[in-house]
């Protein structure tokens, strides 16, 4: 599976807590980091073009082609208990952010399963992966 | 549009239900204990109400080695862990509209702790009416409980008294989604498979998707007059005889066991927490489509 490396660290990281309460804690940590999409970029209503299918915490992703040819992403987690979605929307950031098109484009979705581990509830995944997926077709887009 | 309060929706049983504003008037009340219980394991860690407890439902409430659910001692020190008495006043809140609240108040039927109660609204009415959240957990000291031994038979059904109850004709509901009641899919929108052979329904089962039963943008549950519309004017639910509610492993039908039995007055209801991860796997049972 590629992966670039600001993300591989970040899986690196939440692979040496075994224990599921440090993950749980570390996963928090990046939900308390978790920036909304800037009023430049998008304003609500949200255009339903963005909204992240079968994501119930009614997310939204946007993907910026910036200058350089890299893209930078930004989210919106609707609901207030989009705990898990405000989480992964920040490693989606912080791992993939600065990498080109055709580099986030073949992140898998399985990379959901390596981040939440125990922590993720039964109906999260699917809409945790359709996240990945999201931002996989918006770098399809801009390529 | 405000909620409308828990006392004016006209149900049979009000007093297992109690407000957000209640809650918040009693966050120092110490015969009270406000137990959180959620599908989301992210969501106590990253605030919760102060005060509240947390109790998950496959740690503290099933059996670890058999599918079944905790014995009396297992209860027992739940309980005393939790620092809850015979006589402390709990009341139960959680995401996905009180789901998983409804099934912790369930199991808690089942040894007898009746001074229970669910958070209308749960967690989501919480958090819309920007009530406090805290991180940090309780420190409580332990109970002597004392509980009776489980019983089941007032609560739960079994698959062999789900199949009498069938041949003789008995009420069921299926409270999963359309497309789970049709045989469409093996599981829920959105869920992985757990592993069902056969898709369908119990014949004669009526569909009612456990949500219907919920205002959606607050979580809160619908007046009696609009239960009733499902329930009985809709769905034919007679309350004079027995209703058994199923769904996949028995989480969203103690939902709907919880408004037929208190919210609606219905005295015969029974959870098959069997239900279709049992039944779809059950050799020679008979299944609709």
Not at chain 1, 33 to 54: C, G, K, L, M, N
Not at chain 2, 49 to 67: E, K, M, S, Y
Not at chain 2, 123 to 149: C, F, G, I
Request: glycine share 6%; aromatic share 10%.
């Amino acid at each position: 599976m590629t992966v670039p490396k600001p993300l591989a660290e970040i899986l690196e990281t939440l692979e040496l807590l075994p224990d599921p309460s440090d993950r749980a804690q570390l996963l928090i940590d990046f939900a308390d980091q978790f920036r909304e999409v800037p009023a430049t970029v998008a304003t609500r209503p949200f255009s339903v073009d963005h909204q992240i299918p079968q994501c119930e915490s009614d997310a939204y992703a946007w993907a910026i082609l910036q200058a350089d040819g890299t893209l930078t992403l930004h989210f919106a987690v609707e609901s207030p208990v989009g705990i898990s979605a405000k989480a992964l929307a920040t490693i989606l950031d912080q791992g993939l952010s600065g990498q080109r098109p055709e580099v986030i484009a073949q992140v898998s979705p399985d990379i959901v399963f390596r981040i939440f581990r125990q922590n993720i509830s039964m109906g999260k995944g699917i809409g945790l992966m359709g996240m990945v997926q999201a931002v996989r077709a918006l770098a399809k887009r801009a390529m | 549009m405000p909620t409308m309060t828990v006392e004016s929706r006209h149900y049979t049983h009000p007093e297992v239900l109690t407000s957000t504003e209640w809650v918040a008037a009693n966050l120092q009340n110490p015969s009270v204990r406000v137990i959180e219980s959620n599908e989301d394991a992210l969501l106590y860690p990253s605030g919760h109400i102060p005060g509240a407890v947390q109790v998950d439902w496959t740690v503290d409430l099933n059996d670890q080695l058999r599918r079944d659910y905790i014995d009396r001692r297992g209860f027992e020190a739940l309980m005393s862990r939790i620092g809850v008495t015979p006589d402390t006043d709990v009341v139960i809140y959680g995401d996905k509209n009180n789901w998983w609240a409804c099934y912790a108040f369930w199991v808690f039927q089942l040894f007898g702790h009746t001074k229970a109660r669910v958070m209308d609204g749960g967690r989501l009415k919480w958090q819309k009416e920007s009530r406090p959240l805290t991180r940090d957990v309780p420190t409580l000291q332990a109970t002597a409980y004392k509980a009776r031994e489980r019983q089941d038979a007032p609560y739960r059904a079994f698959r062999d008294e789900v199949l009498a109850h069938l041949k003789a004709g008995g009420q069921l509901v299926d409270v999963r989604s359309p497309e789970e009641y049709s045989g469409a899919r093996m599981h829920m929108p959105d869920y992985p498979n757990e592993g069902a052979l056969r898709g369908g329904h119990i014949p004669g089962a009526k569909s009612v998707p456990w949500a219907r039963a919920i205002n959606p943008e607050d979580g809160s549950f619908k007046t009696a007059g609009e239960l009733r519309q499902i329930y009985l004017d809709e769905q034919k639910l007679d309350p004079s005889k027995e209703v058994i509610a199923y769904c996949r492993i028995g989480e969203r039908s103690s939902h709907t066991w919880f408004v037929l039995k208190y919210l609606l007055g219905y005295p015969k209801v029974r959870n098959y927490d069997g239900s279709w991860c049992e039944w779809g796997n059950l050799v020679g049972v008979p299944i609709e489509k």
